[in-house]
């Protein structure tokens, strides 16, 4: 049986003493990535079976882990983990540290642990804590997917844990295998013209032919370069669904990458009828997608859903998301991480144009990789603290810029028209701290 398991996460290992779970972590990790409760215990005890250690033990199993975590290095936690709130330790420890947790549960039958712990020599403590055990697991065993565990594998006989192969996968937003050279282009906001002809600025030849259900879009991209949506494909402008019809093309033939925006995101809970308000521009987005197929507004939210928060391309030399990423959240998964790659940091105040203050992350960031991003409108791209944010405003009357990777040329094209009034200037507030 072939099970995967994100190649950064928590795992947590839960079955009554005797259930297997010490030989199971030997067979499928490394010595290193697990923490044994019984080990802590006699780290600090000089006795694995001294259970009176138990609170020091888990103080030194958690303070392990939650180092390990900062450092973005797997963490199979090996202890009984029969207890609700026992679990609830490590599922809040991975979320502090965006990190996805993954619960195992190794459950061969109470007979068998019973057996096994007969043959050792540490392990004659009484058939009633096996048995309490596995009642406490047999209890909670149905809710524990609910407890806040992205995934959750239970193997009930022998034969089925001794089958196991686990298989690691990359975190859906770490590619560092993907290299350039890439283009990555600032917020689109449905200003189709310009995209083009920014297109053409950078040596690519794309084309839109027919109407309705036979409109398609042809795509010339230079050999060995990709372009990088930075979000924000939609709303405000004059042609958001062709757009659309560009990026997810270019995505689905390998020729972009493409990060969410928020305004992509709010037309994905309007899609996906969620009471959203239907403002901003995306009243605009909304009144040209009732004009298209059905079956490409299906389409629409189906790429839209796929999209993560965040590129970390190239070795880890670059990033990009929508509103920017700060240098500890590269590569993880969490909410909170999707809020900010989306809305980038807020105070939770408005302005005196009744938007909400941003604070200027950038001001503050020291990381070796390189992040570009959009979101805020700024009149020229310029790099900060190695950052650099590329929406230049097109949609408001300024221009559509891309930034050519490695090479760091950027590249903009003017605005055709103001398609849309800024609420506040472009820019505005300058390094808000």
Same mark, same amino acid.
């Given at each position: 049986?072939?099970?995967?398991?994100?190649?950064?996460?928590?795992?947590?290992?839960?079955?009554?003493?005797?259930?297997?779970?010490?030989?199971?972590?030997?067979?499928?990790?490394?010595?290193?990535?697990?923490?044994?409760?019984?080990?802590?215990?006699?780290?600090?005890?000089?006795?694995?079976?001294?259970?009176?250690?138990?609170?020091?033990?888990?103080?030194?199993?958690?303070?392990?882990?939650?180092?390990?975590?900062?450092?973005?290095?797997?963490?199979?936690?090996?202890?009984?983990?029969?207890?609700?709130?026992?679990?609830?330790?490590?599922?809040?420890?991975?979320?502090?540290?965006?990190?996805?947790?993954?619960?195992?549960?190794?459950?061969?039958?109470?007979?068998?642990?019973?057996?096994?712990?007969?043959?050792?020599?540490?392990?004659?403590?009484?058939?009633?804590?096996?048995?309490?055990?596995?009642?406490?697991?047999?209890?909670?065993?149905?809710?524990?997917?609910?407890?806040?565990?992205?995934?959750?594998?239970?193997?009930?006989?022998?034969?089925?844990?001794?089958?196991?192969?686990?298989?690691?996968?990359?975190?859906?937003?770490?590619?560092?295998?993907?290299?350039?050279?890439?283009?990555?282009?600032?917020?689109?906001?449905?200003?189709?013209?310009?995209?083009?002809?920014?297109?053409?600025?950078?040596?690519?030849?794309?084309?839109?032919?027919?109407?309705?259900?036979?409109?398609?879009?042809?795509?010339?991209?230079?050999?060995?370069?990709?372009?990088?949506?930075?979000?924000?494909?939609?709303?405000?402008?004059?042609?958001?669904?062709?757009?659309?019809?560009?990026?997810?093309?270019?995505?689905?033939?390998?020729?972009?990458?493409?990060?969410?925006?928020?305004?992509?995101?709010?037309?994905?809970?309007?899609?996906?009828?969620?009471?959203?308000?239907?403002?901003?521009?995306?009243?605009?987005?909304?009144?040209?997608?009732?004009?298209?197929?059905?079956?490409?507004?299906?389409?629409?939210?189906?790429?839209?859903?796929?999209?993560?928060?965040?590129?970390?391309?190239?070795?880890?030399?670059?990033?990009?998301?929508?509103?920017?990423?700060?240098?500890?959240?590269?590569?993880?998964?969490?909410?909170?991480?999707?809020?900010?790659?989306?809305?980038?940091?807020?105070?939770?105040?408005?302005?005196?144009?009744?938007?909400?203050?941003?604070?200027?992350? %950038?001001?503050?960031?020291?990381?070796?990789?390189?992040?570009?991003?959009?979101?805020?409108?700024?009149?020229? %791209?310029?790099?900060?603290?190695?950052?650099?944010?590329?929406?230049?405003?097109?949609?408001?009357?300024?221009?559509?810029?891309?930034?050519?990777?490695?090479?760091?040329?950027?590249?903009?094209?003017?605005?055709?028209?103001?398609?849309?009034?800024?609420?506040?200037?472009?820019?505005?507030?300058?390094?808000?701290?």
């Amino acid at each position: 049986m072939k099970i995967t398991i994100p190649e950064f996460c928590l795992v947590a290992l839960i079955g009554a003493s005797g259930s297997g779970k010490s030989t199971f972590t030997r067979r499928h990790f490394m010595p290193t990535e697990v923490i044994s409760s019984d080990y802590c215990r006699g780290i600090v005890s000089d006795d694995e079976t001294d259970f009176d250690a138990a609170e020091d033990a888990f103080r030194l199993v958690h303070a392990i882990a939650e180092t390990r975590l900062k450092r973005r290095k797997i963490v199979v936690v090996d202890a009984t983990n029969v207890h609700k709130e026992d679990r609830a330790k490590l599922v809040n420890l991975a979320k502090a540290n965006h990190a996805l947790a993954v619960a195992i549960i190794i459950n061969p039958g109470e007979e068998i642990c019973h057996e096994r712990n007969k043959r050792r020599a540490d392990r004659q403590f009484g058939t009633h804590v096996v048995r309490n055990q596995t009642r406490s697991l047999k209890r909670d065993i149905r809710l524990i997917e609910k407890e806040g565990f992205r995934y959750v594998h239970e193997f009930r006989s022998v034969a089925e844990i001794d089958a196991v192969e686990i298989v690691r996968t990359r975190i859906w937003s770490d590619k560092r295998y993907e290299h350039g050279p890439f283009d990555i282009i600032g917020d689109v906001h449905g200003c189709r013209d310009e995209l083009i002809t920014l297109f053409d600025a950078l040596g690519y030849k794309v084309r839109l032919e027919g109407r309705g259900r036979e409109r398609r879009v042809i795509c010339n991209a230079p050999e060995g370069r990709r372009a990088v949506f930075v979000g924000d494909l939609v709303d405000r402008g004059p042609a958001s669904p062709d757009v659309l019809r560009i990026v997810m093309y270019m995505v689905t033939e390998g020729k972009a990458l493409c990060v969410p925006g928020n305004h992509d995101a709010k037309l994905l809970r309007y899609l996906n009828g969620r009471n959203v308000k239907v403002n901003h521009g995306l009243d605009l987005t909304v009144q040209q997608l009732d004009a298209e197929p059905l079956a490409f507004k299906r389409e629409v939210k189906d790429f839209i859903n796929s999209l993560v928060s965040h590129a970390w391309l190239d070795e880890g030399k670059l990033a990009v998301a929508h509103a920017g990423i700060k240098e500890h959240m590269l590569g993880r998964a969490s909410g909170t991480i999707r809020q900010f790659c989306l809305y980038g940091e807020t105070s939770g105040e408005t302005d005196e144009f009744g938007l909400p203050v941003r604070y200027n992350w %950038a001001a503050d960031y020291s990381g070796k990789t390189t992040v570009v991003y959009g979101h805020t409108p700024v009149p020229e %791209a310029e790099w900060l603290n190695n950052t650099l944010c590329v929406d230049t405003g097109c949609v408001f009357g300024g221009k559509l810029t891309a930034l050519r990777w490695p090479e760091k040329d950027i590249v903009s094209v003017s605005a055709t028209k103001t398609h849309s009034k800024p609420i506040r200037p472009l820019g505005y507030p300058p390094n808000r701290p």
